[in-house]
């Protein structure tokens, strides 16, 4: 992380204090910005990390449960487009929620819903019955992402937001870097049926956290006069009450819509079917998987604070907003194609290799991808349009799943999907650039 902005205890930086002399603006830089936003990042790092953890369960026990209920590749598959087709049809109504009933009640509920469905899949007997559990959680799991995105409008100026976003977005790589890990030490104990109903109960641990500690800004009394001028020092709009037909036109809104559409199945595709791979690729039990898991996300740790940190460096240094965004989208980008190599690697390492490369890179796009909605978009909107793009990028995790399943089932080899892993992310950032050349915010009536 940037020292700048990320010191042991506390963060300084200038507050300018404006005096006119002779008809010029002298800027007087004094007074310390305190810390509390950052507190407020690892929150919602907490948040994203418990998040992953629950829709990380069904992936670990992949094997187990196809031994147990005699599920196909194909059953599998249509589980995850279950699940694909609920985080769809969440991520539209919970951005909208967001927007609606407000970052600290919207958040809130959303976890109460998520982890009693993460609970309630320990009681699934049947493909149907999973079906829909998984699509519950689907639907639930859909508002870490509006929330967490607008949270960061409201606690930081445009220059950090890139940073926080990509520190709470390392929550994902968290979450299942811990899953395989816990997942393993409870089922080995109480069974694939504790497994759901352990994880899916820290929800309420955080819950209570996240009472206690999230407000805005400007209510709460942990935040200083400084730190809450540091906050708002970027010029403000005043907007209320945003519609979706304002927001449905604007090639802003499409940007981010097809940049997840693009790229988020890649990330699914990680989530649900690495640990089958390398169980049936490489041989690995379930009491084996966690060490290739684990360094897969440590490493796409790494890239989603870098990717964040890149692009907040860049605007440091003097470019533009447009072109910092774009630079580290573009090394990411670039930096994902070794992954197309993956299926083909002997060595177990070097396919963990490859593919942690390509979730560093992915993490690292994603960061910045999630940061251009709070760019080009006032905080009033930013939930919603959050959430329009993320149901896009849920309708091609939702056509990923369905391909994945058919291909595995049909010709055992996983060399198309990782084609498709090596490759999304430049044609994705070539639609960004021809919509949003300059990254342009929206007007807003």
Known sequence: MDPEHTTASELTASSAKTTMTGGQQEI?????????????????LIGTTKNY?????????????????????????????????????GMLVVGWIMDRLGTRLGYALAMIFWSLA????????????????????GFGEAAVFPASIKAVAEWFPKKERALATGIFNAGTNVGA????????WISLRWGWRGAFLGIGGIGFILLVLWMMLYQK????????????????????????KIAWTQLIPLRQTWTFAIGKFLTDPVW????????????????????RIGP???????????????????????IRRGRSINAARKIALLICAVGVTPVVFAYRVESTWSAVLLI????????????????ITSDMFPSEAVGSVTGMGGMAGAVGGLLIAWVVGHVLQWTGSYMIPFVIAGSAYLVALAMIQLLSPRLEPARMK
């Open 28 to 44: 007087k830089v004094s007074s310390r910005i305190g810390y509390f936003r950052w507190i407020i990042c690892a929150l919602l």
């Open 356 to 371: 942690g490369l390509a979730a560093a890179c992915h993490q690292g796009f994603s960061a910045n991808l999630y940061t």
């Open 53 to 89: 953890m629950d829709r990380n369960v069904l992936g670990v026990l992949k094997s187990t449960l196809q031994h147990e209920l005699g599920w196909s590749e194909i059953d599998y598959g249509n589980l995850t487009v279950i699940f694909q087709a609920g985080y769809a049809l």
């Open 292 to 314: 290739p898991l684990i360094a897969i996300y440590v490493i796409a740790d790494v890239g989603s604070v870098v990717g964040g940190w890149i692009s907040s460096f860049l």
């Open 177 to 184: 870097m811990l899953a395989p890990v816990v997942v393993a």
């Open 118 to 137: 993460s609970m309630g899949t320990a009681f699934c007997n049947s493909l149907g019955s999973f079906g829909i559990a998984r699509c519950v959680l």
């Open 217 to 240: 800004p400007e209510e709460h009394q942990k935040v200083s006069k400084s730190e809450l001028e540091y906050i708002r020092s970027d010029p403000q709009e005043v907007v209320q």
């Open 268 to 287: 699914w595709f990680y989530l649900f079917w690495m640990p089958g791979f390398f169980q049936t690729k490489h041989g690995l039990s379930l009491t």
